[in-house]
Nanobody
Framework: QVQLVESGGGLVQAGGSLRLSCAAS????????MGWFRQAPGKERSFVAA????????NYADSVEGRFTISREIAKTTVYLQMNDLKPEDTAVYYC??????????WGQGTQVTVSS
């Protein structure tokens, strides 16, 4: 089992920054991939960014490339999402996820990010 707990969401003005954290526990992570997804009101959940726990290879959705940075701190088994130059369209519930089987199969409870214009 894997437990994921997100934190760091909140309200910010357009152009501002936030950093989300995802504390992971329950299993060893060296073979896994971690990711961030988001779901805006009335829309489906969508991919934001992912990182290989071992090696740190990252990939991003086009909509956030160059503004968001995903990283991990191995000693704390924590994944971060640094979000800069936030836009109102970034408003969503952000979810942390773990991929232990080739698909993201563990999810956190989500944290709200609201960007005001």
């Amino acid at each position: 089992q894997v437990q994921l707990v997100e934190s760091g969401g909140g309200l910010v003005q357009a152009g501002g920054s936030l950093r989300l954290s995802c504390a992971a526990s329950g299993r060893t992570f060296n073979k896994y991939r971690m990711g961030w997804f988001r779901q805006a009101p009335g829309k489906e959940r969508s991919f934001v960014a992912a990182i290989q726990w071992s090696g740190g290879t990252t990939n991003y959705a086009d909509s956030v490339e160059g503004r968001f940075t995903i990283s991990r701190e191995i000693a704390k088994t924590t994944v971060y999402l640094q979000m800069n130059d936030l836009k109102p369209e970034d408003t969503a519930v952000y979810y942390c996820a773990a991929d232990t089987t080739g698909a993201f199969n563990y999810w956190g409870q989500g944290t709200q990010v609201t960007v005001s214009s």
